[in-house]
């Protein structure tokens, strides 16, 4: 029922910069926190950012990043449009990858295990020369 649509990814070179953007199909997602999550070919999906419930008990908003691309992404959210974004610089050929977005529950983790939302199709990111 709950539908993410993520946007954004393209071909890009090493060094540029992508913004990837993450929408509902109507629910409202304040009370979730999202994860971006992207895979690789041959690899694992792994956790990439995610941005904490903005209402509810737990909320706040937090941010949390792998340490892959720490200082170089960047989530965010706007509350009133339950959109999500994440600002991808200085991209580098191994961040090339189907990047998804998913809710997970009020607190961020990256434990694919224990995340049951509908993946989508993701969008793809294809850093190259």
């Known amino acids: 029922q709950l539908t993410l649509v993520e946007t954004g990814g393209e071909l890009v070179r090493p060094g540029g910069s992508l913004r990837l953007t993450c929408g509902s199909n109507g629910w409202t997602l304040e009370y979730y926190a999202i994860g971006w999550f992207r895979q690789a070919p041959g690899k694992e999906r792994e956790g990439v950012s995610c941005i904490s419930a903005i209402r509810g008990r737990s909320a706040d908003g937090r941010t949390t990043y792998a340490d892959s691309v720490k200082d170089r992404f960047t989530i965010s959210r706007i509350d009133a449009n339950d959109t999500i974004y994440l600002q991808m610089n200085n991209l580098k050929y191994e961040d090339t990858g189907i990047y998804y977005c998913?809710?997970?529950?009020?607190?961020?983790?990256?434990?694919?295990?224990?995340?049951?939302?509908?993946w989508g199709q993701g969008t793809q990111v294809t850093v190259s020369t």
């Open positions: 998913v809710t997970i529950g009020p607190v961020c983790h990256f434990d694919t295990g224990r995340i049951f939302g509908n």
